[in-house]
């Protein structure tokens, strides 16, 4: 094992429209840039921050896409927790994003999901003593 540690894990999302997404991100759900750059790939890169939370965003052409893994292509959700999940939820849709319902998780999560414009899904959670929602 080595003795370096890893100080931070930040998502890098490609996104064929880096500029669309960025609007997403900072108009629907508050994030900030902190770095872009608009001359690389075909539509950029950016760094982008809201609270403790970071993502990066990247053109294809800028960062190549990972090879398949066994023959699969590399996936993944994205979980954001937050502090307040039905106002975030309620400013979402008032913007007339489309997010699934807010439903409480048989693990004691109160969530909704909704996906940004490249697809990516993500995933809002608060944890809840509410019961259940019934299904």
């Known amino acids: ?15 064929e429209d880096v500029q669309e997404v960025i609007a997403f991100y900072t108009d ?7 770095d872009r750059m ?3 790939g ?8 809201c609270g403790g939370a970071r993502i990066m965003l990247a ?5 190549p896409v990972a090879p398949k893994i066994d023959g699969r292509h590399t996936q993944a959700l994205h979980y954001l927790y937050v502090d307040d999940i039905a106002a975030l939820h309620r400013s ?4 007339g994003w489309p997010t699934t319902d807010l439903v409480v998780r048989f693990y004691g999560m109160k969530e909704f999901e909704t996906a940004d ?3 990516h899904v993500l995933v809002f959670g608060q944890d809840t003593d509410e019961p259940p929602t019934p299904e």
Do not use: H, K, N
């Not at 629907?28 to 902190?34: A, D, I, K, P, S």
């Not at 075909?42 to 921050?49: I, V, Y």
């Open 42 to 49: 075909r539509s950029g890169w950016a760094s982008l921050q």
């Open 1 to 15: 094992m080595s003795a370096a540690r890893i100080s931070e894990l930040v998502p890098m999302l490609l996104c």
């Open 38 to 40: 608009d001359d690389v």
């Open 117 to 119: 414009p490249a697809g």
């Open 59 to 63: 053109s294809p052409t800028y960062i």
């Open 28 to 34: 629907v759900l508050g994030f900030e840039v902190r």
């Open 92 to 95: 979402v849709t008032e913007r």
